[in-house]
């Protein structure tokens, strides 16, 4: 079953990463407020990245990996500057 993760951009400005199996009904449920709470809170949303998977575990994996990154880097993704992400990856601080 294919699976697409999706970035939407929402009112306020914050973005929500998700991954469903079915993107048009899965957008329809968060503009009509039933999505996720963070999303209800902050409509409308605009569908703003995706990418498809063949399985729906793919997405969800690509998902959790994207929600930890910081704003910067899920800007850059999202406008296709992939050159840049290496040199946003969260460096690890030496223990002294």
């Not at 697409?4 to 400005?13: P, Q, S």
């Not at 930890?68 to 223990?95: M, Y």
């Amino acid at each position: 079953m294919k699976g697409f993760l999706y970035i939407l951009l929402c009112a306020e400005g914050s973005f929500y990463t998700g991954s469903t199996n079915d993107l048009e009904r899965r957008l329809e449920e968060h503009q009509n407020g039933e999505g996720a709470n963070h999303t209800r809170k902050r409509l409308p949303v605009e569908l703003v990245y995706t990418e498809e998977f063949d399985r729906i575990d793919e997405a969800y994996y690509r998902e959790r990996q994207i929600h930890g990154w910081s704003r910067e880097k899920k800007i850059v993704l999202i406008e296709g500057r992939n050159e840049d992400l290496p040199g946003l990856a969260k460096r690890k601080k030496k223990k002294r």
